[in-house]
T-cell receptor, first 115, second 113 residues
Framework: DTEVTQTPKHLVMGMTNKKSLKCEQHMGHRAMYWYKQKAKKPPELMFVYSYEKLSINESVPSRFSPECPNSSLLNLHLHALQPEDSALYLC??????????????FGPGTRLTVL | KNQVEQSPQSLIILEGKNCTLQCNYTVSPFSNLRWYKQDTGRGPVSLTIMTFSENTKSNGRYTATLDADTKQSSLHITASQLSDSASYICVVSEDYNFNKFYFGSGTKLNVKP
């Protein structure tokens, strides 16, 4: 199984709402990533988890709160977002060791619209 | 500074024609290079992955080449189809750091009938 799943596919929320994005993989990967992607731009790294511990936070505003409850799941909790946070949010996973064939597998993304 | 640059930014071709996309990188130490296809509003899907010792790899109508000496890669699409319309992203990973992935800005390909 080389699939990364993400739910929901689409999310519309107001600026005062609290919502969560979910990501799941069953490839035994111990590194998981959140990316934000605006239209016509490459994905921008937000967070990296390694062995369920946050290892990289790319200076993301605190209105985004990641969580890794176990080795297969990754959540992104959203609160008090701004309209400019509207984007495609991608989850990815990879091995947590460097290697010639280490690569990321991406989920289909969640299209987030903040009103 | 580790960077990945892709060209052209966008490309329009007629169905059935071939095309070649370019990727130049400065990432060091180099681990591998991947080409992804990304449909609008969807997650990237891996097409090929190449290591230092591989200089060509095919996946159906997609053929990637790698010249590790000049730090250049290309993705050649043969007999294009309408479904090839997408963005193609080159990603280079850094050796010794499993979570260091450098993304190019992508080439937007539009295949017209």
């Amino acid at each position: 199984d080389t699939e990364v799943t993400q739910t929901p596919k689409h999310l519309v929320m107001g600026m005062t709402n609290k919502k969560s994005l979910k990501c799941e993989q069953h490839m035994g990967h111990r590194a998981m990533y959140w990316y934000k992607q605006k239209a016509k731009k490459p994905p921008e790294l937000m967070f990296v988890y390694s062995y369920e511990k946050l290892s990289i936070n790319e200076s993301v505003p605190s209105r985004f709160s990641p969580e890794c409850p176990n080795s297969s799941l990754l959540n992104l909790h959203l609160h008090a977002l701004q309209p400019e946070d509207s984007a495609l949010y991608l989850c990815a996973s990879s091995q947590a060791t460097s290697g010639a064939y280490n690569e990321q597998f991406f989920g289909p993304g969640t299209r987030l619209t903040v009103l | 500074k580790n960077q990945v640059e892709q060209s052209p930014q966008s490309l329009i071709i007629l169905e059935g024609k071939n095309c070649t996309l370019q990727c130049n990188y400065t990432v060091s130490p180099f681990s591998n290079l991947r080409w992804y296809k990304q449909d609008t509003g969807r997650g990237p899907v891996s097409l090929t992955i190449m290591t230092f010792s591989e200089n060509t790899k095919s996946n159906g109508r997609y053929t990637a080449t790698l010249d590790a000496d000049t730090k250049q890669s290309s993705l050649h699409i043969t007999a294009s189809q309408l479904s090839d319309s997408a963005s193609y992203i080159c990603v280079v990973s850094e050796d010794y750091n499993f979570n260091k992935f450098y993304f190019g800005s992508g080439t937007k390909l539009n295949v017209k009938p």
